[in-house]
């Protein structure tokens, strides 16, 4: 029986790159059914809700959800419908991995580096108050419950991947308590795994080595708030947020997306590049057990990066994301 998956197309690009996307799976062969729902600003503008209940109705029975960007509005009520999604399904593990890839030119070769970001709790909680007109407390929380799961896929990750070394970031030097905790879970866990060499660096100086020296690291596991930052500093060193992909996994759902925002300021001129995207839909088909899929959109796309003829302007070519679309069904033929 075809496999059911939930598509939202949301705002800005997300149409476009979810159409090309969409193509290009089905060129492939992916043999997927799709329960498409447009979601987001102009959803909500158009009918009254940001997310259709039979959006979340779809997801709740396919389970797997092939997310395009959404732009949320400010004032209505949601802070994020991104960090809304990651909460009510308690899709905890944010998985990006940054790869170089051959044909994209950056100062950085051979990067690397997947990261886990705990993705439900930190200073994304959302608790934040008011205490006088002058001052505001946002308060970080970290549990024992979030951070083992989190720092414990990593090890799996890395075992199962045949990786080296789990890094362990964080801000324990001030943050005593809430990073010291992190921290400290990162070390117990690593016992369980002696295998894979365990170490840690502070966010500070993770950054810096990260553009000196971005080869040295392998898996990171980190916060909510760091592990947002340092995958933006990630995808700067592979040639952008076009080429960032990540999955958002709980005990029960899945979520997939790019992990760039709507990108309203080229929305509508057809040169977004769908491959963060696509990339993202192949972590989609190996999570699906169609590997094989997965890899032959993987080798199309590496094809037509090395091609270099429709590059879309964000890798510094002059490409559509049709051409580039089509360019890649062509290679899958
Ligand atoms: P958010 O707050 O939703 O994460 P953001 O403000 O960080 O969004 P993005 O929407 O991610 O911003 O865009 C940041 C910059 O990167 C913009 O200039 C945008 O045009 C560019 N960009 C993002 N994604 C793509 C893409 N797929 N193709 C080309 N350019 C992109």
Same mark, same amino acid.
């Given at each position: 029986?075809?496999?059911?998956?939930?598509?939202?197309?949301?705002?800005?690009?997300?149409?476009?790159?979810?159409?090309?996307?969409?193509?290009?799976?089905?060129?492939?062969?992916?043999?997927?059914?799709?329960?498409?729902?447009? $979601?987001?600003? *102009?959803?909500?503008?158009?009918? %009254?809700?940001?997310?259709?209940?039979?959006?979340?109705? @779809?997801?709740? /029975?396919?389970?797997?959800?092939?997310?395009?960007?959404?732009?949320?509005?400010?004032?209505?009520?949601?802070?994020?419908?991104?960090?809304?999604?990651?909460?009510?399904?308690?899709?905890?593990?944010?998985? #990006?991995?940054? #790869?170089?890839?051959?044909?994209?030119?950056?100062?950085?070769?051979?990067?690397?580096?997947?990261?886990?970001?705990?993705?439900?709790?930190?200073?994304?909680?959302?608790?934040?108050?008011?205490?006088? /007109?002058?001052?505001?407390? @946002?308060?970080?929380?970290?549990?024992?419950?979030?951070?083992?799961?989190?720092?414990?896929?990593?090890?799996?990750?890395?075992?199962?991947?045949?990786?080296?070394?789990?890094?362990?970031?964080?801000?324990?030097?001030?943050?005593?308590?809430?990073?010291?905790?992190?921290?400290?879970?990162?070390?117990?866990?690593?016992?369980?795994?002696?295998?894979?060499?365990?170490?840690?660096?502070?966010?500070?100086?993770?950054?810096?080595?990260?553009?000196?020296?971005?080869?040295?690291?392998?898996?990171?596991?980190?916060?909510?708030?760091?592990?947002?930052?340092?995958?933006?500093?990630?995808?700067?060193?592979?040639?952008?947020?076009?080429?960032?992909?990540?999955?958002?996994?709980?005990?029960?759902?899945?979520?997939?997306?790019?992990?760039?925002?709507?990108?309203?300021?080229?929305?509508?001129? %057809?040169?977004?590049?769908?491959?963060?995207?696509?990339? @993202?839909?192949?972590?989609?088909?190996?999570?699906?057990?169609?590997?094989? $899929? *997965?890899?032959?959109?993987? #080798?199309?796309?590496?094809?037509?990066?090395?091609?270099?003829?429709?590059?879309?302007?964000?890798?510094?070519?002059?490409?559509?994301?049709?051409?580039? /679309?089509?360019?890649?069904? *062509?290679?899958?033929?």
């Amino acid at each position: 029986m075809k496999q059911t998956i939930t598509v939202f197309k949301g705002d800005g690009i997300g149409p476009e790159i979810t159409d090309a996307v969409l193509e290009i799976l089905d060129a492939a062969k992916a043999d997927l059914d799709y329960e498409i729902f447009n $979601v987001g600003e *102009a959803e909500y503008e158009a009918h %009254g809700a940001l997310i259709p209940d039979d959006a979340f109705t @779809s997801f709740e /029975k396919t389970r797997v959800l092939l997310k395009s960007p959404i732009t949320t509005p400010v004032g209505k009520g949601f802070r994020s419908l991104n960090v809304m999604m990651r909460k009510k399904y308690d899709l905890y593990a944010n998985i #990006r991995p940054a #790869r170089s890839n051959a044909a994209i030119k950056t100062p950085f070769e051979n990067v690397d580096i997947v990261i886990f970001r705990e993705n439900t709790e930190d200073l994304y909680a959302g608790v934040e108050e008011m205490i006088d /007109k002058d001052t505001a407390h @946002s308060i970080k929380i970290i549990t024992r419950a979030c951070s083992e799961r989190i720092i414990r896929d990593a090890f799996e990750y890395a075992v199962k991947q045949g990786r080296k070394t789990v890094t362990c970031v964080h801000k324990a030097n001030i943050m005593k308590l809430s990073d010291g905790l992190f921290r400290d879970i990162f070390y117990e866990i690593s016992k369980e795994y002696p295998q894979i060499e365990a170490n840690d660096k502070i966010v500070d100086n993770t950054a810096m080595q990260m553009v000196m020296n971005p080869q040295q690291f392998d898996v990171i596991v980190t916060e909510n708030l760091y592990g947002d930052i340092i995958s933006d500093l990630s995808s700067g060193l592979i040639g952008g947020l076009g080429l960032l992909p990540s999955s958002n996994l709980g005990k029960d759902f899945a979520m997939f997306e790019a992990v760039h925002g709507s990108a309203p300021d080229i929305a509508g001129k %057809g040169i977004a590049n769908p491959t963060a995207f696509l990339w @993202s839909a192949c972590m989609m088909l190996d999570h699906l057990g169609k590997q094989e $899929v *997965a890899a032959r959109i993987r #080798r199309a796309v590496d094809a037509v990066l090395a091609d270099g003829n429709c590059l879309t302007p964000d890798l510094g070519g002059h490409g559509t994301t049709a051409a580039y /679309k089509d360019a890649i069904i *062509a290679k899958l033929a």
